[in-house]
T-cell receptor, first 112, second 111 residues
Framework: ETGVTQSPTHLIKTRGQQVTLRCSSQSGHNTVSWYQQALGQGPQFIFQYYREEENGRGNFPPRFSGLQFPNYSSELNVNALELDDSALYLCASSLVGGGGYTFGSGTRLTVV | GEDVEQSLFLSVREGDSSVINCTYTDSSSTYLYWYKQEPGAGLQLLTY?????DMKQDQRLTVLLNKKDKHLSLRIADTQTGDSAIYFCAESIDGGFKTIFGAGTRLFVKA
């Protein structure tokens, strides 16, 4: 098992810019989910991808978008960054239907 | 609605048992989970229980599910200082396409 890897580990962006975060899923997993974790809070569900399509979305605006590739790697894109987007972004892979996630270590995004 | 609630802090002495409680609102939950997060790290799956079970034991961990009251608990036996971390309760809903997390319970273990 290779686990879930995310890049970069840290990132600083300016308000209004765009950012792309990357994730490589655990081998054998066919879904990928993205979460936003603000300091001192629990992870907030952004969306989940299965078979390269978004099949579940949380309460996040359309400027949060994603992609899943045939090799199950994934990207999270955020446009028009706002200061409140500063958070730890976690990628998690799983098998469809349940059984729990394998999480990456996250990307710490700071918007200034 | 979708909501998972946990108490924020728990402090225990090394060697004692810890019990972390959680309530959830969505009665269609299929799986319920406990995750552990150490400082600067992602979340680690500790254990999970299917919604038609009421108890699951895994070494020092015991999960109890009261589906009628929508209450989930995690008991850690013989708590060690290495168990100090944040513990998150989570429920899987929408046919498994969405998992909702609580705010986490910070466990302090005193030597």
């Amino acid at each position: 098992e290779t686990g879930v890897t995310q890049s970069p580990t840290h990132l600083i962006k300016t308000r209004g810019q765009q950012v792309t975060l990357r994730c490589s899923s655990q081998s054998g997993h066919n879904t990928v989910s993205w979460y936003q974790q603000a300091l001192g809070q629990g992870p907030q569900f952004i969306f989940q991808y299965y078979r390269e399509e978004e099949n579940g979305r949380g309460n996040f605006p359309p400027r949060f978008s994603g992609l899943q590739f045939p090799n199950y790697s994934s990207e999270l894109n955020v446009n028009a960054l706002e200061l409140d987007d500063s958070a730890l972004y976690l990628c998690a892979s799983s098998l469809v239907g349940g059984g729990g996630y394998t999480f990456g270590s996250g990307t710490r995004l700071t918007v200034v | 609605g979708e909501d998972v609630e946990q108490s924020l802090f728990l402090s225990v002495r090394e060697g004692d048992s810890s019990v972390i409680n959680c309530t959830y609102t969505d009665s269609s939950s299929t799986y319920l989970y406990w995750y552990k997060q150490e400082p600067g790290a992602g979340l680690q799956l500790l254990t999970y229980i299917f919604s038609n079970m009421d108890m699951k034991q895994d070494q020092r961990l015991t999960v109890l599910l009261n589906k009628k009251d929508k209450h989930l608990s995690l008991r850690i036996a013989d708590t060690q200082t290495g168990d100090s971390a944040i513990y998150f309760c989570a429920e899987s809903i929408d046919g498994g396409f969405k998992t909702i997390f609580g705010a986490g319970t910070r466990l302090f273990v005193k030597a």
